[in-house]
């Protein structure tokens, strides 16, 4: 009984191992793209991104923090 146990364990341990090399393989492999966008993300939306929209709130957070 303990020795199932035991190879039950080691094949479980290398077939894991094989996963995680094959994963981290594919992950290397893919991430040589032949364009590089400096960590930006490119999408596909066409609304434009509003990172600042002048409120009251804002100019008073903006008053305080001077």
């Known amino acids: ?3 199932s146990r035991r190879g039950f364990l080691k094949k479980a341990a ?3 191992t094989v996963a995680a090399v094959g994963a ?8 040589t793209s032949t364009y590089s966008s400096n960590g930006v993300v490119v999408g596909k939306s ?6 600042y929209k002048k409120t009251k709130a804002w100019d008073d957070f903006y ?4």
């Open 46 to 51: 066409r609304k434009k991104e509003i990172t």
């Open 1 to 3: 009984m303990q020795e």
């Open 24 to 31: 981290v393989a594919a992950t290397a492999s893919s991430a």
């Open 14 to 16: 290398v077939a894991g």
């Open 63 to 66: 008053r305080s923090a001077l």
